[in-house]
């Protein structure tokens, strides 16, 4: 979609932060391999702010990987999440890829867990990157030693793929790699054939700095996830991996689209204008757009342009849907609501956002893939009208502001 045409809408809230907000130990969140520069620590990844990036020393640890850590506390059965987001980072100038990954056991290794089935990149990315190598060879259904045309692409520990099989990576001597075993994360060990392309499994590569949104078969049985950075080969030598917020959680898309009378515009309440006793007016602004063209700070999230190119004041949607199912509004029991569940309420207002608390992201056409077309942004005025129009059904009405 173009044009910002709102259909149905799609919420991406974070549930990290809101469990944290509510009693969940913030030393569940950890940096489970690799170093952070001087300044920079785990809590500045889920603090919902992604001008605030957060500095690995991946410069002076080329071929390192970088994995953060969630422990959701025993959240089996009930944990949910089906997106992840990585927002404010420069994945591509340094060379990097992002791989998500669940399990039973903290994830402290790209080697553990699972990775993710049915893996999207909404925004900003390709799923299954190659390397750019191949088989040098023929490879049976049994070896774990073969050649590639340049082992250098990959890293001890990774996770390969060859046409349908995944294999991991855990010694690379020249052309040759080792791996642990063949046909690992649910995959079947086959014969492949010499040219056979080599790459990196269950993984996004970002085509561009910025913002990476990635979804996937919803996962329950987890209570441990990671979010890894891991190198396309090396990490460049010079520039350090920058991220400036990771989300993780649940996405919910409206049943129906919203009404017709739609009201959007845009918000410069950080312009004022004064007026002196003769009548002459003085114009002063303490914001105009969230993007600084200094060359320090020229990113607003899933909006990259500079100058004039980037529009002042904040957007802002007010959102009515007429006639929507009480099922879609609320769970069927309001003193204990289950995780997951498929509503408003469940998945959008008690699992993150709290009203004004906490920012999310939006997709304001849930088929969409226009960078334009997510808004990270707030609910204003701290509420969500619901009203019943008729027996079971409901109107749900709120103003969606974006945030930067």
């Known amino acids: 979609m173009t044009y910002r045409r709102i259909r149905k809408a799609k919420f991406f809230a ?9 009693g969940h130990a913030i030393t569940s969140w950890t940096l489970g391999e690799g170093s952070f520069a001087s300044g920079s620590d785990q809590y500045d990844l889920i603090d919902l702010d992604p001008y605030n990036t957060a500095t690995y ?24 999440y089906d997106f992840c987001a990585v927002m404010n980072h420069n994945l591509p100038t340094v060379g990097g890829v992002i791989l998500v990954k669940s399990g039973s056991s903290a994830i402290d290794d790209p080697g553990e867990g699972n990775v993710m089935a049915g893996i999207t990149a909404v925004r900003n990315g390709t799923v299954n990157p190659a390397t750019g190598e ?12 073969f050649d590639i045309t340049d082992g250098s692409a990959v ?17 690379v001597a020249g052309a040759t790699i080792t791996v642990s075993g063949r046909g690992i994360q649910g995959t079947s060990a086959a014969a492949h054939d010499p ?12 085509s561009a700095d910025g913002d990476t949104v990635i979804t996937f078969t919803q996962e329950n049985e987890d209570s441990y996830y990671g979010v890894m950075f891991l190198p396309e080969g090396a990490f460049d030598g010079v520039t350090d991996l920058q991220v400036g917020a990771i989300l993780l959680g649940r996405t919910y898309t409206t049943p129906v689209s919203p ?13 004022s204008v004064r007026e002196t006793v003769a009548g002459k007016r003085h114009a002063y602004a303490s914001w105009l757009t969230g993007n600084v063209n200094d060359g320090s700070a020229i990113y607003q999230p899933f909006a990259r342009g500079t100058g004039l190119r980037q529009y002042g004041g904040r ?4 959102l009515t849907y007429s006639y929507m199912a009480d099922t879609d509004i609320f769970p069927s029991d309001m003193s204990a609501p289950g995780i997951p569940n498929t509503n408003i309420l469940s998945d959008v207002v008690l699992r993150s956002i709290d009203g004004a608390h906490r920012p999310f992201i939006t997709l304001l056409d849930s088929t969409s893939t226009t960078e334009g077309d997510f808004i990270w942004g707030r609910l204003v005025n701290n509420s969500l009208q619901l009203n019943q129009v008729s027996t079971n059904t409901y109107t749900a009405s709120f103003r969606i502001e974006q945030e930067i």
């Open 14 to 22: 974070d549930e990290i932060t809101a469990r944290i907000n509510r």
């Open 57 to 80: 020393d991946t410069s002076g640890n080329t071929t390192t990987h970088v994995i953060n850590s969630w422990n959701g506390g025993g959240l089996a059965s009930n944990s949910g």
């Open 134 to 145: 191949t088989l040098a060879g023929a490879l049976n259904d049994f070896a774990t030693s």
């Open 155 to 171: 890293t001890v520990g990774e996770i390969i793929g060859i046409d349908d099989e995944a294999m991991r990576v855990t010694n």
């Open 195 to 206: 040219g056979a392309s080599v790459y990196r499994y269950g993984a996004v590569k970002p």
């Open 259 to 271: 009404d017709m009378s739609i009201s959007t515009g845009y918000n410069y309440g950080g312009v």
């Open 315 to 318: 957007f802002y949607a007010d």
